[in-house]
Structure formats: C-alpha cells, structure tokens
C-alpha cells in the first residue's frame, strides 16, 4: 500500500525521555502544510507529523473520503484512507526509531491525534478502534461516524482521552453532531472527554487553540 505524504517538524525541546508525537489530520480540502500553522502555539516537546489526505479534492486540496449526495461516506474510500493511515503510522515509527531522540514506537511513547473537520472523523476512527496505540484526542469540529465493518471498542478508553471543541456557529457540520458525537461518549464509552463549544463558525480559534495546547501539555 503506497505511503501517504507528510511533513515532519522536529521537537523543539528534547528532553532525556522520548518526544511524544502528534499526528496531524486536515480537513476536506486543505493538505499537510495546513495545519502546520499552529506549530508555533504547540508545546515544544512535541514532534509533529502533518498527514496529507491519500484523494484529491477536485475543488483543490485533498480528501479522505468522498460524500454521496445524502452526506454518506463512500465506504472504499473511508477504508483505504483508515487502513493506509495505520501503515504510515507503523512506517514513521520504524523509520524513526533508531534515534532515541525521536522513537515513537507506538509501546515505547505517546501518540496523539489531532484532527479537524473530516481530519477529525478519521482520528476518531483510528481511536476507537485501535485505542491503545494512542495517548489522547484533539477533535476538532467533527464527528463520530460509524462505517459498516469497523467495531468501534467504547469500552476499552481508559486511556486515551478526547477533548472536543466545536463552533456553535458552525455551518459546514453543525455543532448538534459535535453534541451527538460527546452524548455517544457519555452512553456508550469510558473515556476522560472534555467537550466545549466556542462563538465560532468552522474554525479552530485562539481560545479553542489555547485550551486545546492545555489539555495536550497536561497529558504529554
């Protein structure tokens, strides 16, 4: 299965332990530069690994999956982007590991996602399925969707916790999804989740991006 592309900022701070990463994941549309742009708020002891989506966007951009007319995922699509996300996953942390500076084998440091819009969906994708490869959540203006054929492991997130921002402004997916997405968490699941909701449209905000660099300098 062919790589996806991506780029790769060092930590900025490198302590004797091993720099715990995060996974960046944009939105439908944008690429790997995109959320690159809030390097600079990140904590410094994070390396960061910025993911471009496997599909071209014909409007510009990437994508990782397709929508119908009815807003449904195409099913191929969503499934070649989840499994090739895991095989980048599992490549960077070979790649990586003969540095001890820079190892993140999945056992041997922490793992964070962060995602926005459909980034966001598909970081939830890897979380729930797979949760115990990661050490948190950032879920930016998404969503839960569940694909036929995925089981989504609820029950197994005792430690990988979310934080959940959204826009109640926001006009590309409603924030009551957001809201659908953290009532899931609290009926189904065993996760640590901090949901809030900002005066904002489909964005991510200082405040949003401020609570956000919080809740991950806390868990690194």
């Known amino acids: 299965m062919p790589s996806l592309i991506y780029k790769f900022l060092p930590p ?7 720099s715990p990463a995060l996974i960046l994941l944009h939105g439908r549309g944008a690429d790997e530069n995109d959320l690159l742009g809030l390097a600079p708020e990140l904590d410094e002891r994070l390396m960061l690994f910025s993911v471009r ?9 990437f994508t990782w999956f397709d929508l119908d007319e009815q807003g449904n995922a195409d099913p191929a699509m969503f ?3 989840y499994n090739r996300l895991f095989t980048f996953l599992d490549g960077i942390a070979a790649k990586h590991a003969p540095d001890p500076k820079l190892e993140m084998a999945p056992k041997a ?3 964070f996602l962060m995602g926005f819009s459909m ?6 994708a890897m979380a729930l399925t797979q949760p115990e490869r990661f050490a948190g959540v950032v879920a930016q203006s998404g969503f839960v969707r569940e694909i036929p054929g995925i089981e989504l492991k609820w029950n197994a997130l005792e430690n990988c916790p979310f934080v959940i921002t959204h826009g109640t402004q926001d006009t590309v997916i409603p924030v009551n999804w957001a809201r659908k997405t953290r009532d899931m968490f609290a009926a189904k699941g065993n996760a640590d989740v901090v949901y809030k909701e900002y005066p904002m449209g489909h964005q991510i905000s200082d405040a949003s991006l401020a609570d956000v660099t919080q809740w991950l300098a806390e868990r690194i």
């Open 53 to 61: 989506a496997p599909f071209q966007f014909p409007f510009g951009g």
């Open 119 to 124: 980034g966001t969906i598909m970081a939830y």
């Open 79 to 81: 499934m070649e982007s």
């Open 12 to 18: 900025r701070i490198v302590s004797a332990e091993k």
């Open 109 to 111: 440091t922490k793992v």
